[in-house]
């Protein structure tokens, strides 16, 4: 969605898939730091995922991860 130009959506699932991460564009948004306001890069995703698959804790887990990976990707080559 992305490169459309979109801000935000909510993805919806088709059979068979169980789950579709959606990602917006990034764009510079003024965010609160240390009680100062400064502007920050920030990537709108969204997680929509069957809940007869995989629980809510599941999901908000994921989605922890692949922010955790996006804010620090060299995260990417450390051994687990």
């Known amino acids: 969605m992305g490169?459309?130009?979109?801000?935000a959506a909510i993805p919806i699932i088709n059979y068979p898939?169980?789950?579709?991460?959606?990602v917006a564009r990034?764009?510079?948004e003024p965010v609160v730091r240390q009680g100062q306001i400064v502007?920050?890069?920030?990537?709108p995703l969204t997680l929509t995922f069957d809940h007869r698959i995989a629980d809510g804790a599941d999901g908000a887990r994921f989605a922890t991860e692949i922010?955790?990976?996006?804010?620090a990707p060299e995260r990417l080559l450390w051994e687990r």
């Open 3 to 7: 490169p459309l130009g979109g801000t």
């Open 39 to 43: 502007p920050r890069l920030m990537l």
């Open 26 to 28: 990034a764009r510079p």
């Open 17 to 22: 898939e169980v789950a579709i991460l959606g």
């Open 67 to 71: 922010v955790q990976l996006l804010e």
